[in-house]
């Protein structure tokens, strides 16, 4: 879904917009600006775990949820992982929800990207657009506008309702227990 349409979602859960109505450009702005904060803040709360430090020395493929600070011209490039290559050597998707940080001392820059599993795509939060698709919405887009509305109910001096109360506590509960994630296989072994 359209970052668009989770924002509209979200002005009608706080009364703000009424139906079939679109805000003004400046209110889709500054609710997109909210948006891309309230992403960065679940980074920041742990939601999609930890953040490992990692300072490369020479071009680095990221790993998942790792905050990189590329200090050295030595590192040209910084590349997202569209594979991760496990221990015993398989490869398999990034981990749903995984995080990558990249600090970027040169230009004075840090991007965040968050890889949406579901769909299978590394989204980077300082280049979201209305018109592109929100991160994480796939797996419920009417939990993340109640988030969203949560985040946007005291700009405009809104009540919020328990049902969207509700919906933003289930969606924020799934993406911390992340429950729809393949689980890591348990190997057995021999005590004797």
């Avoid at 953040?51 to 490369?56: H, Q, R, S």
């Avoid at 991007?111 to 299978?120: A, C, L, S």
């Avoid at 969203?148 to 227990?177: C, I, K, M, S, W």
């Amino acid at each position: 879904m359209q970052i668009q349409s989770i924002i509209n979602k979200a002005l009608r859960k706080i009364g703000v917009l009424g139906a079939g109505r679109t805000p003004r450009d400046q209110e889709s702005d500054d609710a997109l600006e909210t948006f891309v904060s309230m992403l960065r803040a679940w980074i920041t709360a742990g939601t999609f775990g930890r953040l490992t430090e990692v300072v490369p020395t020479e071009d680095y493929t990221a790993g998942e949820n790792e905050r990189i600070y590329r200090q050295t011209g030595g590192v040209l490039n910084i590349t997202l992982p569209a594979l991760i290559t496990d221990d015993d050597g398989t490869e398999r998707p990034p981990r749903d929800c995984s995080v990558v940080v990249i600090i970027d001392a040169f230009i004075d820059a840090t991007e965040d990207h968050i890889y949406d599993g579901q769909r299978k795509r590394w989204y980077q939060l300082n280049q979201l657009g209305l018109t592109d698709d929100a991160p994480l919405s796939f797996r419920d887009a009417n939990g993340l506008a109640s988030c969203l509305a949560l985040a946007l109910a005291d700009e405009y001096g809104q009540d919020v309702r328990p049902a969207t109360l509700r919906e933003a506590a289930a969606f924020q509960n799934g993406l911390t227990h992340n429950w729809s994630e393949g689980r890591d296989e348990i190997t057995p072994v021999d005590y004797f």
